[in-house]
């Protein structure tokens, strides 16, 4: 059974900086996609960031967010710094079964169960 387990989503002022962790287990991902995705109050999920070999990110987060792997432990990370209110958030962990870079939350065969971000002015 495929679990992807989320941490360090909190309570941050703005300027501030958090560190995302998701965890996979019940196999490999190490060739396939893995992505962040966040879904504010009310609003729709949005793509944050995936990576495959080369990291993608959405417009708003470029220079102020890492996406990061390490296959060894099966593990993607998401630094942010520079935290604005706008990315209050729930977070996701996602995952595909292949490759390629793909923005909408349809693609992802896998998801954990999501870490709450807030930001404080």
């Known amino acids: 059974q495929v679990q992807l387990v989320e941490s360090g989503g909190g309570l941050v002022q703005v300027g501030g900086s958090l560190l995302l962790s998701c965890a996979a287990s019940g196999r490999s991902f190490g060739g396939s996609t893995m992505a962040w995705f966040r879904q504010p109050p009310g609003q729709e999920r949005e793509i944050v960031a995936a990576?495959?070999?080369?990291?993608y990110y959405t417009a708003s987060v470029k220079g102020r967010f890492t996406i990061s792997r390490d296959n060894d432990k099966n593990t993607v990370y998401l630094q942010m710094s520079n935290l604005r209110p706008e990315d209050t958030a729930a977070y996701y962990c996602?995952?595909?079964?292949?490759?390629?870079?793909?923005?909408?939350?349809?693609?992802?065969?896998?998801w954990g169960q999501g870490t709450q971000v807030t930001v404080s002015s």
């Open positions: 990576i495959t070999m080369s990291p």
């Open positions: 996602a995952a595909r079964n292949g490759g390629g870079f793909y923005t909408t939350p349809r693609w992802y065969d896998y």
